[in-house]
């Protein structure tokens, strides 16, 4: 009979063995990236905003005053936090950390996260002295907060920057690519809307667009809110088309990143010969090419229901609200329609819609909860790379 | 035939009353255990070859270009995450001493206080800690809103044991006091207090454990200066990187293995202090 220790010590001894076998000799398969970008939905429109501590003197040399300062971002994988971060890296001699529960350094710019929603609300009440934020949110702080003052718009820092972009679970794209073609057709509809939309500030559609925006950002369409959200819309660039420039951008953000050290590992160290190669991978503009010759749907025609990701309030991602709206639909002669359901699509929002900020839509799209999602470029590429690792 | 106890004589011979041989027994186990759970990990994060399931080896190189470097996200040490952890766990901790061991005395004491705590506790303590932070943050601000969340989570466990403590003596201990003359405080201070620190530290112990769970949750929510659960959500949700992440779950259970082990050391001492093993 053999002793009952003697068989424990052999069984342990043999899984021991057989497990590192298994991981001497087991490879990992290469990972494609979890998403691919389909078109951009906007560049610019953000800012940093500061209160009455910093805006004293020469505008110029307010950033003289951000030392022992405390900023809001909206989180560490935004274009917004990025921005704020190179700016105070290459801008100015200060370091740049996040808040501390004790006393400031002067010499260190402090940052602590803040969804958009609630920078006002921590403005008003003393708890940052400063901030970014994508509109409306800015022009929302300036307007309902005294003393607040924009320091620098976003495209003052970095011209025509990446922003939002919408993006597509490149599982579903290879098994939908009708589908994926048709979503993107009608957010090139939409976007073009707003582009001639935002030219003449006159107009009904021009009015309506106005307070769409308010009730999406603020809830309401009151005066006030409205005024901010006509401010706001001047102050973002909507643009549908992908070009080599902004490509080229996508990769600046890579190597700023590769940069701050905020890869696991950057796409070089994953067997992309360069940034570049990754960008290409990363972004398909078949899509956009062929979405003039997608054709509408006929009424009644069955839709094919999506599950897609937003931010909270963004007013960057007004296409996506405008190509849900029945009233624009029938404007543009698609009936009882939203731009949406006339190229034949049905949008289901994605469990914890809308999201908080970029990380959180990149979280719905590695559950496999959204298949298309609207976020920054920057969190898409940040949260992209480290899963590919 | 050879039987195996046989085969090197009496050098494998496990001798159950030799001190060192028990080390050795429970070293050995110990260490095979822990490597099962690696080699486990391991295999199953070669088979999955999923994001959010990093190797060790992966979790390992993070863990020493977190030592190097930092946190370049927060701009932060990995001590300094550590140190605002145990900061606010502290706190909360020390509070919660202060109120639940006194209270718990006088519950177990005076029968009318005990009646008079009771509703009030038993509609507080099946609220989980975690349920308080939202409200603490908000009401309380980021550095003590955390702290009382883990008062919460440490508070209960360590006021029942205490009112457990004081209702295990024997009363003819208490009786035997007052006939050799000692008075209400006296009896108190001299056989209660004494009497219940066995129990007083078993809460500690469980108190300790709960803190734990509940000052990564709390960072998770809102923390000002970083922590633990700070960096944990911010690396998994901002950031994606995982094997950071990894880092953050393995800091949370060594700092936990850390203070509980403490407390049970503590717990031994007085005990054997106390001649009550």
């Not at chain 1, 030392?67 to 105070?88: N, R």
């Not at chain 1, 029938?330 to 908080?356: C, K, L, Q, S, V």
């Not at chain 2, 207090?193 to 129990?199: K, N, R, V």
Request: aromatic share 10%; glycine share 10%; proline share 4%.
């Amino acid at each position: 009979m053999v002793n009952k220790n003697v068989l424990i010590v052999a069984v342990v001894g043999l899984l021991i063995v057989a497990s590192v076998g298994f991981i001497l000799l087991a490879e990992t398969e290469e990972r494609e990236p979890k998403i691919t970008l389909l078109s951009q939905v906007n560049s610019e429109g953000s800012a940093i905003f500061v209160s009455s501590d910093i805006a004293t003197g020469d505008k110029a040399n307010w950033s003289d005053n951000f030392g022992g300062k405390v900023f809001a971002t909206p989180g560490t994988a935004s274009i917004q936090h990025m921005i704020l971060a190179d700016y105070i890296a290459s801008e100015t001699d200060f370091g740049f950390a996040i808040q501390p529960a004790g006393a400031l350094d002067d010499n260190v710019v402090y940052w602590t996260q803040v969804p958009p929603i609630d920078m006002k609300e921590s403005m008003s009440k003393g708890l940052v002295d400063g901030g970014i934020a994508w509109e409306p949110f800015n022009s929302q702080i300036v307007a309902d907060v005294p003393g607040v003052e924009i320091y620098k718009w976003t495209d003052e820092i970095w011209d025509a920057h990446p922003c939002c972009v919408l993006a597509v679970n490149s599982e579903f794209e290879q098994k939908n690519p009708e589908t994926v073609q048709k979503f993107v057709a009608a957010h090139v509809v939409a976007t073009k809307w707003i582009m001639e939309t935002i030219q003449d500030d006159t107009s009904d559609n021009y009015s309506y667009m106005v307070n769409i925006s308010s009730i999406f950002a603020f809830g309401d369409k009151s005066e006030a809110n409205k005024a901010i959200a006509k401010d706001s819309l001047g102050h973002v660039t909507y643009d549908y088309n992908i070009n080599q420039s902004w490509k080229d951008k996508l990769e600046v953000v890579i190597d700023t990143y590769t940069r701050l050290g905020l890869f696991d590992r950057n796409p070089e160290q994953l067997g992309y010969e360069s940034s570049t190669e990754f960008v290409e991978r990363l972004v398909n503009t078949d899509y956009i090419d062929n979405a003039s010759a997608t054709d509408v749907v006929d009424e009644g025609d069955g839709l094919v229901k999506v599950k897609v990701g937003w931010l909270s309030g963004d007013i960057h991602q007004l296409a996506r609200l405008v190509a849900m709206d029945k009233n624009i639909g029938e404007g543009m002669g698609f009936g009882d329609r939203t731009i949406f359901e006339a190229f034949g699509i049905e949008i289901e929002g994605g469990a914890g819609n809308p999201y908080a900020n970029g990380g959180a839509v990149m979280d719905a799209f590695l559950a496999d909860e959204i298949d298309f999602g609207y976020l920054g470029a920057p969190p898409a590429i940040l949260r992209t790379v480290n899963a590919l690792s | 035939m050879l039987k195996f106890d046989e085969v090197g004589g009496s050098l494998l011979k496990y001798d159950p009353e030799n001190r060192l041989h028990r080390f050795v027994r429970s070293f050995v186990i110990t260490v095979t255990s822990l490597i099962m759970l690696v080699l486990a990990w391991w295999v199953g994060a070669l088979a999955l070859d999923i994001t959010y399931l990093p190797t060790p080896a992966r979790v390992y190189e993070a863990f020493w270009r977190l030592i190097e470097v930092g946190d370049v996200v927060t701009g932060l040490t990995l001590q300094d995450h550590i140190m605002a952890s145990l900061n606010r766990f502290a706190g909360g901790f020390f509070i919660a001493f202060a109120v639940a061991v006194p209270l718990g005395l006088i519950m177990g004491y005076s029968r009318t206080a005990e009646e008079f705590s009771n509703p009030i506790i038993e509609v507080l303590r099946p609220i989980a800690p975690m349920a308080w932070a939202p409200l603490f943050i908000l009401a309380l601000g980021v550095v003590a809103g955390p702290m009382m969340v883990v008062f919460i989570g440490v508070f209960f466990p360590l006021l029942s044991n205490t009112v457990f403590g004081v209702k295990k003596i024997d009363p003819h201990m208490i009786d035997a006091a007052r006939t050799l003359g000692a008075n209400g405080l006296q009896t108190f201070y001299k056989v209660m207090l004494p009497c219940t620190i066995p129990y007083i530290m078993n809460g500690v112990k469980i108190g300790l454990g709960i803190g734990w769970m509940c000052i990564v949750a709390a960072e998770m929510i809102m923390a000002k200066g970083g922590g633990v659960g700070y960096f944990i959500l911010n690396n998994a949700q901002q950031i994606g990187n995982w094997p950071n992440v990894f880092v953050g779950l393995i800091i949370v259970s060594f700092l936990g293995i850390i203070t509980t082990g403490i407390a049970e050391r503590v717990h031994k001492m007085i005990i054997s202090r106390m001649g009550m093993e």
